[in-house]
């Protein structure tokens, strides 16, 4: 029944803009979407963003060297301009520049001088944002795409908003493309985006746990048996971030050991206590580090990041697959499949 229906169209005014052909962004995750990662989720069709927040500019150049090498699909840099410091961050945008690379993903507090930098050298700036406020600032410095970061998101979470919610807010505020980011792991979740009117979707979750993903398997399979029940929101993983920035996390036995407490911790008086290591590198307890491929160490103890959407996620896929399952399943809603006919291969 269903492949005889027409193909409905994903295609959205924000595929033109970044020169994708479906309105999904591989969000830049810090470790996890190195080069091997958003060269899939491009060459699969969707939008490449790899995760640069604090990395050295030759680990950037390194990055973007490969990922041109594995795909000739454009793609954009993730930097955190609010939790680098001002040498690095300079040095990373320098570098970038230099490289020809054409688009930025920014996120937490907006820094117009940051926008305008990199608008000036005529790139694109995807900005996430958790409030109204945040995106009407960065559309006022110059963002292209406003992406509505809920409170349902993995990794460091900066609004408290569900992101359904913000997303309608921002998009009654706003004539640009707004994407929705947190929670989203499945069609059904692409499917109501569009909906909405957005012009797509941002998924962390969904690609950490593929094939191609830099985090490491024990953190890939945590997310598998995980509920969104199981999620916390915290700032207990707080060294090296600003006081109160909170995080998801999947619990593990440091937010067992909080009774609750989740949130109010201060990084001036959590002890520094080095359970993992990356090559010489020490992790810290904690740290907002996450486990990658090439840790060791205690990784039940670390920030295992993930989104309430974590419960859809049953397997460990290529990407591309976990891309086109989505799609496809968006298609088959949009076209009107009953309920029980969505899930079937088209
Ligand atoms: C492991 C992990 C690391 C993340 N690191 C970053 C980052 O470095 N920069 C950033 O802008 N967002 C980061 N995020 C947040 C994502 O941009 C996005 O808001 C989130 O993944 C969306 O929610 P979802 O995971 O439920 O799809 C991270 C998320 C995860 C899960």
Redesign the pocket.
């Known amino acids: 029944m269903t492949e005889q229906l027409p193909e409905a169209s994903l295609h959205t005014r924000l595929c033109d803009l970044l020169g994708c052909e479906v309105p999904v962004l591989l969000?830049?995750?810090?470790?996890?979407?190195r080069w091997e990662l958003a060269a899939a989720v491009a060459n699969a069709g969707g939008y490449g963003?790899l995760?640069?927040?604090r990395e050295s500019p030759d680990l950037i150049t390194t990055e973007v060297t490969a990922l041109r090498t594995a795909t000739d699909r454009p793609f954009a840099v993730?930097?955190?301009p609010a939790a680098t410091e001002p040498q690095l961050l300079e040095a990373q945008i320098t570098r970038c520049l230099e490289l020809g690379v054409t688009a930025f993903?920014?996120?937490?507090d907006v820094m117009p001088d940051v926008l305008a930098r990199v608008k000036d050298a005529g790139c694109l700036v995807l900005h996430?944002v958790g409030t109204p406020d945040a995106a009407q600032m960065a559309e006022k410095a110059g963002a292209d795409v406003i992406?509505a970061?809920?409170v349902?998101?993995?990794?460091?979470?900066h609004g408290r908003s569900p992101?359904f919610g913000l997303a309608e807010r921002i998009l009654s505020e706003t004539d640009l493309p707004v994407v929705v980011?947190?929670?989203?792991?499945t069609g059904e979740g692409l499917a109501a985006a569009l909906a909405i009117g957005a012009s797509g979707?941002?998924?962390?979750?969904?690609?950490?746990a593929t094939e191609e993903s830099f985090?490491h398997p024990y953190?890939k399979s945590r997310i598998v048996a995980a509920t969104g029940e199981d999620t916390v929101l915290t700032d207990v993983f707080v060294l090296n971030w600003p006081k109160g920035a909170a995080v998801?996390v999947i619990g593990n036995s440091v937010t067992d050991g909080l009774q609750g407490n989740y949130i109010g911790h201060d990084p001036a008086t959590l002890p520094r206590e080095t359970i993992a290591h990356d090559g010489d590198q020490p992790r810290l307890r904690f740290s907002t580090d996450?486990p990658l491929r090439t840790t060791t160490g205690d990784l039940e103890a670390m920030?295992l990041?993930?989104?309430?959407?974590?419960g859809a996620i049953q397997d460990v896929p290529p990407a591309a697959k976990r891309l086109i399952d989505m799609t496809a399943q968006a298609r088959r809603i949009l076209l009107g499949a009953a309920p029980n006919d969505r899930k079937a291969t088209p």
């Open positions: 969000a830049g995750m810090g470790g996890v979407s963003i995760g640069m927040v993730n930097l955190i993903s920014f996120f937490w996430q992406i970061q809920g349902e998101a993995g990794g460091h979470v992101a980011s947190g929670g989203i792991t979707v941002q998924c962390g979750t969904a690609f950490l985090a953190h998801r996450s920030a990041f993930a989104g309430q959407g974590a």
